[in-house]
């Protein structure tokens, strides 16, 4: 600090902003007072009651804690500037004085405070000259000492000032830190789910739909800490948002990563195989798989990670904003460490072949591995498409669940995904997706009316070298139209040896092709069959 600095302060404007920091701390006093009465009647029996009264409490709740605790600290702040003021006006009125008397002596003051020493008296001096010089010196080590002493005082009130403002700028809270939130805030500040007040209550297992007005419910704060310090009840809740569920599920991902890690790296040389391995391979395939999708410089979200069961789930595109969203829905053999990257290779196959027919239009395409695909000796029987059919049904539900306009949703079924689609079809209530997508069918129970659509919306390709597709392990053939129902689509590769089991998905499959024109609704130009 120069001392021309300091003898330039404007002091009365310290005052004033003293005095205003002041008035805030006592505002929020105040605020917390009626924010405690406004919660105790919120809390009596004959109150406002439901599902938003405790949203709203629980948010009333955390705002007083976060201001309550934030609130001693404004004051302890408020009182030290204000007491540092005094001391910082002392000190502008030394380093003031000191610069006017070293101006009537003649005397220079560096910018660093140091006084310029003039000559001293010599042999030659005659006994004027000899006291005008021992004056000069007087006054020059008086000046010296009143600006040490306005920066020892503007010390003392940086002392004050730090000491307060240190607790602030420790905390990191918005305006002392770039990016900060509330939550950021709530954790500096210690509060806890406790001190708080509890969370909402999650309704685990509620229709999607009643899920969904819950969670619209909630305030911003709630939402943000549901996901993040319950993410294990709010990462697979279909009717949550897809972004909560990300954050939720990637939560949950960094977990089991730095546990399991961590284990790995203490565990003693034995069979690469082991439960804890194998979690880890699991946990790793998830987070390669995601960093993927993001690779392709479109949103991707974690909408599904699910470590004991084995299950997950990745959107390449924004599923809470999509105009149409895709469910790719696979079949044999199936599982996430050996095949969550192939699934999410598809899902941007899907996504890109959109893109040249309505770049206006937003598509998200979901690759999902959420039930437990039979291996290759299953295979034969509907176990895991019984198993599967209601977490399907759940899923598609929570997509079309969102608030506003729901998007228009098409599941697209693979192999035995055939099989698990055709029986969530038969769930009860309906499926909620717009038009399915069969391809590559063993053969399915039922027929295309099972979903609830018009037979124009049921779209069933084929390769013409598929034998999978004409086993009929599991009933008649989708294929056979005249039986089946639904609208039969062109599925063959340009090369007939290409036209198998295998590549459907494939950049010059026309199944591809036909796909990206059903997930955008364009369905009057799909190729068919005997086009």
């Not at 210690?190 to 209550?201: D, H, K, M, Q």
């Not at 499959?509 to 009057?524: E, F, K, P, W």
Request: aromatic share 6%; net charge negative.
């Amino acid at each position: 600090m120069r001392p021309q600095e300091l003898a330039a302060w404007d002091i009365p404007a310290l005052r004033r902003g003293s005095a205003d920091l002041a008035h805030v701390a006592e505002s929020t006093r105040a605020w917390v007072l009626r924010g405690d009465a406004i919660g105790a009647a919120l809390a009596t029996p004959e109150a406002w009651d439901g599902p938003a009264s405790e949203a709203a409490l629980s948010t009333l709740h955390t705002w007083l804690a976060v201001a309550g605790r934030l609130n001693p600290a404004l004051e302890a702040l408020a009182a030290g500037l204000t007491e540092a003021v005094t001391w910082y006006a002392q000190a502008q009125e030394a380093a003031a004085t000191a610069l006017r008397a070293a101006a009537d002596a003649g005397i220079t003051v560096g910018t660093d405070g140091v006084v310029g020493q003039p000559p001293g008296p010599t042999a030659r001096m005659d006994a004027e000259q000899v006291a005008a010089a021992a004056e000069r010196e007087a006054a020059a080590r008086a000046v010296q000492a009143q600006l040490d002493e306005a920066f020892r005082l503007a010390a003392r009130g940086d002392a004050l000032v730090a000491s307060d403002v240190g607790v602030f700028t420790g905390l990191e809270i918005p305006g002392f830190a770039a990016g900060s939130t509330f939550v950021d805030l709530m954790a500096a500040l210690s509060v806890t789910v406790e001190s708080a007040g509890r969370l909402p209550t999650v309704p685990a297992g509620a229709d999607p739909v009643v899920v969904a007005a819950w969670w619209a419910a909630l305030s911003l704060d709630s939402q943000l800490r549901l996901a993040r310090e319950q993410p294990e009840l709010i990462g697979d809740l279909d009717g949550v948002p897809a972004w909560a569920r990300d954050l939720a599920n990637r939560v949950l991902l960094d977990e089991a990563l730095r546990e399991l890690s961590a284990q790995a790296a203490g565990q003693q040389p034995g069979p690469l195989f082991t439960p804890m391995n194998e979690d880890l391979y699991f946990a790793l395939a998830v987070h390669e798989a995601l960093a993927q999708a993001e690779a392709q410089g479109r949103p991707a979200q974690l909408y599904l990670f699910d470590l004991q069961a084995g299950l997950a789930a990745i959107s390449v595109g924004d599923l809470d904003t999509a105009d149409s969203v895709a469910v790719i829905v696979p079949g044999t053999g199936v599982d996430v460490t050996g095949d969550m990257s192939a699934q999410v290779a598809r899902a941007a196959e899907v996504w890109a072949a959109t893109e040249p027919l309505d770049e206006s239009e937003d598509v998200a395409v979901l690759a999902w591995i959420g039930y437990d695909t039979p291996n290759y000796v299953e295979a034969a029987s509907q176990w895991n498409a019984v198993a599967g059919a209601p977490l399907l049904a759940a899923t598609v539900g929570g997509l079309t669940a969102r608030p506003g306009n729901s998007p228009r949703t098409t599941i697209i079924a693979h192999s035995y995904g055939t099989v698990t689609t055709a029986e969530a079809g038969e769930e009860p209530g309906e499926l909620g997706a717009d038009a399915v997508v069969l391809v590559g069918s063993p053969g399915t129970r039922g027929t295309a009316g099972d979903f609830d659509l018009p037979d124009e919306r049921v779209f069933v390709g084929e390769a013409g070298d598929d034998w999978i597709a004409d086993t009929w392990v599991h009933g008649v053939d989708p294929s056979w139209e005249w039986w089946y129902g639904g609208t039969c689509i062109d599925a063959d590769m340009p090369e007939i040896e290409d036209s198998d089991h295998y590549h459907y998905f494939d950049p010059d499959s026309q199944a591809l092709h036909n796909m990206a024109l059903i997930v955008q609704g364009r369905y009057r130009s799909v190729v068919g069959c005997d086009d």
